[in-house]
């Protein structure tokens, strides 16, 4: 479990501090980071537990006028798994491809 969440498809005009005013309810926010025009943010919690308690009681919840999505942040670099697999890559497709 990761101190620090990231939280989606928020409303352009939310504010780092209405957001954590939110997390706050679960503990200590120790920061917030919005990135502007992005639509995401990330908010890092003191504790595991209130890490947890807000993820389980925030994901898919109004905020702004927006359905929320919070799940726990990875680290910069790391992707979703199973992505090159869906529509294959290196050897294997330039073979697939060759034909065409």
């Excluded at 898919?60 to 670099?77: L, W, Y």
């Amino acid at each position: 479990m990761s101190l620090k969440l990231y939280v989606g498809n928020l409303n352009y005009k939310t504010t780092e501090d209405r957001l954590k005013e939110l997390f706050s309810q679960y503990g200590e926010v120790t920061s917030v980071n919005i990135l502007q025009g992005r639509g995401f943010g990330f908010v890092e919690m003191s504790t595991e537990e209130g890490a947890q308690e807000a993820k389980d009681k925030l994901n898919g919840t109004e905020f702004d006028g927006r359905k929320i999505i919070v799940n726990d942040a990875r680290p910069k670099g790391e992707k979703k798994s199973g992505g090159e697999r869906r529509f294959g890559s290196g050897p294997q497709q330039r073979r697939n491809f060759r034909k065409f």
